[in-house]
């Protein structure tokens, strides 16, 4: 045991008070309540469950933008797997030899006119 003190505020009727750091820590893990000098009941059990659905729901929307940016990443992936697919060789092929008869037919033009 600690000698350490938590000085902490009801939430019903604001009273600060001291409560020792062990007692506090432990009354939070097991979740069994503490009375203010006033005779309010403070139940951490509560206040630990609310923090831990925002958790769970913010953990959720998380994972469910990730599931979108994942979606749109497979889906661009699918695209250009698409486009390379219709880039086929033979319309490389076509397309580059197109380039060079105009290349060859025009150096030789050139050549003729002089
Ligand atoms: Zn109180």
């Not at 409560?19 to 309010?40: A, E, Q, V, W």
């Not at 958790?55 to 698409?82: C, F, G, P, Y």
Request: charged letters at 30%; proline letters at 2%; hydrophobic letters at 30%.
């Amino acid at each position: 045991m600690s000698d350490n003190w938590e000085v902490i505020p009801c939430a019903n009727c604001g009273v600060r008070f001291g409560i020792s750091s062990d007692l506090l820590r432990f009354r939070m893990k097991d979740g069994c309540t503490i009375y203010c000098p006033n005779g309010h009941t403070l139940n951490f059990k509560g206040e630990a469950d609310k923090v831990l659905n925002e958790l769970k729901k913010e953990i959720k929307k998380l994972t469910k933008n990730l599931e979108t940016v994942e979606a749109s990443r497979d889906s661009w992936e699918a695209e250009a797997q698409r486009l390379l697919q219709n880039f086929t060789d033979e319309e490389f092929l076509r397309t580059t030899t197109k380039e060079i008869t105009k290349t060859v037919k025009s150096v030789w033009g050139h050549l003729q006119n002089e």
